[in-house]
């Protein structure tokens, strides 16, 4: 089998007003989409963060693949990481260059497994080592929100054919009480079993105070979580890490760095968990020698892909870390890549987090994944389970040519709200 052919396809769809510590999501989410095509007449499909730095990088990876065999993963990978060792000026990623290679491997990695399941008739989970579980459980992830659909419809918008959960989640989530009644419409509609509050936004002790007011509304049989997206001070983490040591299952990156990590270690007693200050394995090392987190919040697409993190889980555990999985926002094909991921790495212990209930559109044929009481069962269907729906493709790909949206940043959203609003500002 030889690969033939990349097609690279960006998109653009509806994202809701959140709240982060870096802003305010646009009124639309970019995602690229890619279309690997063989000989056999098998296609596998992969999807990553928007943006033209990487579709500049998709475009220069496509020329490693054509004429390649999918099964050798390990040699595309090897000539990647190559041609991409002298990327980092020219595609102006802010990234090293191996971490610019393993972010276009990522997406390559998922299509390149999902042609194999294809080809041999078996779902990506058996491909890489047979599931442990069946299902894997999803997070119910809480952002601060002003009112409005996003898209079209944009700030303080409705979008008059929305019903059900897509209507609720129009609405103002500013404060505990608004929180609450989020997290409860969520849990309702998805079945989720575990929260995790976006933070960073207001001032710390209304975030506390948001914590809290989940804890009594939902009891102790619900774990909680915050991620303040390191905009605290090492002070102001340990200070409120005392206040939510009762509430909370982990505390992810309050303050900034692996020193601050581990320093905040030394105060606070609730497990730290990241996806900021250790990202790659470079990192893995000077993690491990100050102690910076308890749990690494993975995610395929930035460290190099299903398999790349699957070696993750062993590392993990050779190291005494617990494992889980970041989230952005995102459509389908990722989802089942991470319920794949999810079900078959033994050393994922925690609900892994997921954007997945604040987008609308789909580009997969049969419209949007169900959760199951929070989790996504993944059944025996070869390769990822999920084919490309190509006329919702071209609509969400017309979005992209229309919305002049070509790079995310949120700060320059935050400032159509708030004039002047700077992230580099946004400190707590």
Same mark, same amino acid.
């Given at each position: 089998?030889?690969?033939?052919?990349?097609?690279?396809?960006?998109?653009? /769809?509806?994202?809701?007003?959140?709240?982060?510590?870096?802003?305010?999501?646009?009124?639309?989410?970019?995602?690229?989409?890619?279309?690997?095509?063989?000989?056999?007449?098998?296609?596998?499909?992969?999807?990553?963060?928007?943006?033209? !730095?990487?579709?500049?990088?998709?475009?220069?990876?496509?020329?490693?693949?054509?004429?390649?065999?999918?099964?050798?993963?390990?040699?595309?990978?090897?000539?990647?990481?190559?041609?991409?060792?002298?990327?980092?000026?020219?595609?102006?990623?802010?990234?090293?260059?191996?971490?610019?290679?393993?972010?276009?491997?990522?997406?390559?990695?998922?299509?390149?497994?999902?042609?194999?399941?294809?080809?041999?008739?078996?779902?990506?989970?058996?491909?890489?080592?047979?599931?442990?579980? $069946?299902?894997?459980?999803?997070?119910?992830?809480? /952002?601060?929100?002003?009112?409005?659909?996003?898209?079209?419809?944009?700030?303080?918008?409705?979008?008059?054919?929305?019903?059900?959960?897509?209507?609720?989640?129009?609405?103002?989530?500013?404060?505990?009480?608004? @929180?609450?009644?989020? !997290?409860?419409?969520?849990?309702?509609?998805?079945?989720?079993?575990?929260?995790?509050?976006?933070?960073?936004?207001?001032?710390?002790?209304?975030?506390?105070?948001? @914590?809290?007011?989940?804890?009594?509304?939902?009891?102790?049989?619900?774990?909680?979580?915050?991620?303040?997206?390191?905009?605290?001070?090492?002070?102001?983490?340990?200070?409120?890490?005392?206040?939510?040591?009762?509430?909370?299952?982990?505390?992810?990156?309050?303050?900034?760095?692996?020193?601050?990590?581990?320093?905040?270690?030394?105060?606070?007693?609730?497990?730290?968990?990241?996806?900021?200050?250790?990202?790659?394995? $470079?990192?893995?090392?000077?993690?491990?020698?100050?102690?910076?987190?308890?749990?690494?919040?993975?995610?395929?697409?930035?460290?190099?892909?299903?398999?790349?993190?699957?070696?993750?889980?062993?590392?993990?555990?050779?190291?005494?870390?617990?494992?889980?999985?970041?989230?952005?926002?995102?459509?389908?094909?990722?989802?089942?890549?991470?319920?794949?991921?999810?079900?078959?790495?033994?050393?994922?212990?925690?609900?892994?987090?997921?954007?997945?209930?604040?987008?609308?559109?789909?580009?997969?044929?049969?419209?949007?994944?169900?959760?199951?009481?929070?989790?996504?069962?993944?059944?025996?269907?070869?390769?990822?389970?999920?084919?490309?729906?190509?006329?919702?493709?071209?609509?969400?790909?017309?979005?992209?040519?229309?919305?002049?949206?070509?790079?995310?940043?949120?700060?320059?959203?935050?400032?159509?709200?708030?004039?002047?609003?700077?992230?580099?500002?946004?400190?707590?």
């Amino acid at each position: 089998m030889k690969i033939t052919d990349m097609i690279v396809t960006p998109i653009a /769809f509806t994202d809701p007003p959140l709240l982060n510590a870096a802003g305010l999501h646009a009124p639309y989410a970019l995602r690229i989409i890619i279309d690997i095509r063989t000989d056999e007449n098998i296609n596998g499909v992969g999807e990553i963060a928007g943006g033209s !730095a990487a579709l500049d990088g998709l475009a220069k990876a496509k020329s490693f693949l054509m004429g390649m065999d999918p099964f050798e993963r390990n040699k595309i990978r090897l000539a990647i990481e190559k041609g991409f060792s002298e990327v980092k000026d020219t595609l102006n990623t802010g990234y090293a260059p191996k971490n610019v290679a393993n972010r276009m491997y990522s997406a390559i990695n998922i299509a390149l497994l999902d042609i194999i399941g294809k080809a041999v008739e078996r779902p990506v989970c058996d491909v890489i080592g047979g599931r442990v579980r $069946d299902k894997i459980d999803f997070s119910a992830y809480l /952002f601060y929100k002003y009112e409005g659909a996003g898209g079209e419809y944009g700030l303080g918008g409705h979008d008059p054919s929305a019903s059900g959960w897509h209507k609720f989640k129009e609405g103002r989530f500013l404060s505990p009480d608004e @929180i609450v009644e989020e !997290a409860k419409a969520m849990c309702g509609e998805f079945g989720f079993k575990s929260l995790k509050l976006k933070g960073g936004v207001f001032e710390p002790q209304v975030e506390c105070d948001t @914590i809290i007011a989940l804890s009594k509304a939902f009891g102790k049989d619900v774990p909680l979580r915050i991620d303040p997206n390191a905009c605290w001070t090492l002070d102001t983490s340990i200070r409120y890490g005392k206040m939510l040591e009762p509430y909370l299952e982990y505390y992810e990156d309050p303050c900034k760095g692996q020193e601050a990590m581990a320093e905040l270690a030394k105060h606070v007693s609730i497990p730290r968990a990241t996806n900021m200050c250790t990202t790659s394995f $470079d990192e893995i090392p000077s993690g491990y020698t100050l102690g910076s987190e308890d749990i690494i919040l993975a995610d395929p697409h930035y460290w190099g892909g299903i398999e790349a993190t699957m070696q993750l889980g062993k590392i993990c555990s050779t190291f005494n870390r617990k494992l889980s999985m970041h989230s952005n926002s995102h459509l389908g094909i990722s989802l089942m890549a991470m319920a794949h991921l999810g079900v078959a790495c033994p050393e994922i212990c925690y609900a892994m987090d997921t954007h997945y209930p604040w987008q609308k559109e789909e580009i997969i044929k049969g419209g949007r994944i169900q959760f199951e009481d929070g989790a996504i069962r993944v059944s025996n269907e070869p390769g990822l389970g999920v084919e490309l729906d190509y006329e919702m493709l071209e609509k969400l790909h017309q979005n992209y040519l229309r919305c002049g949206i070509t790079e995310r940043n949120d700060e320059i959203e935050m400032q159509k709200v708030v004039p002047g609003w700077k992230f580099s500002e946004h400190v707590f």
